[in-house]
């Protein structure tokens, strides 16, 4: 629901079309960045080995992609309630990207069979 509330929002918005270009990169990037902090998060507490670089990159991409949304409505020409429209439906699609894939991967392992432990050594 935020991330589409965000592109119909952006739809319908009386921006440049760099501005709205901006604003969508920017969320793909955030939901991109916030399922792969959860995936190496999730895999690190199962026991999937998972790279500090590539663990690093994906907290140090969410925490930009958020910074940079701050630093593109502090300085956009909107109306403080659009502002908020776009930072909390930016934040809502990235708590709903987290959650879907989270559930994704626990119905996986639901239907397989598998158990939510760390794996064992054979």
């Not at 319908?12 to 501005?19: N, P, Q, T, V, Y």
């Not at 969320?27 to 690093?56: C, H, N, W």
């Not at 940079?68 to 956009?76: D, E, R």
């Amino acid at each position: 629901m935020g991330m589409a509330g965000f592109i119909i929002g952006l739809w319908r918005s009386e921006m440049l079309l760099s501005e709205k270009g901006y604003y969508f990169t920017v969320l793909m990037y955030g939901l991109f960045a916030a399922v792969s902090v959860q995936k190496s998060v999730r895999d690190r507490l199962e026991g999937i080995p998972v790279t500090a670089i590539y663990y690093g990159i994906s907290w140090f991409s969410t925490i930009l992609a958020i910074v940079l949304l701050i630093v593109g409505l502090w300085n956009a020409t909107l109306l403080p309630s659009e502002k908020g429209f776009y930072a909390f439906a930016f934040l809502l699609g990235i708590f709903g990207a987290i959650a879907v894939q989270k559930n994704t991967r626990d119905t996986a392992i639901f239907e397989t069979g598998g158990s939510f432990s760390k794996p064992s050594d054979h």
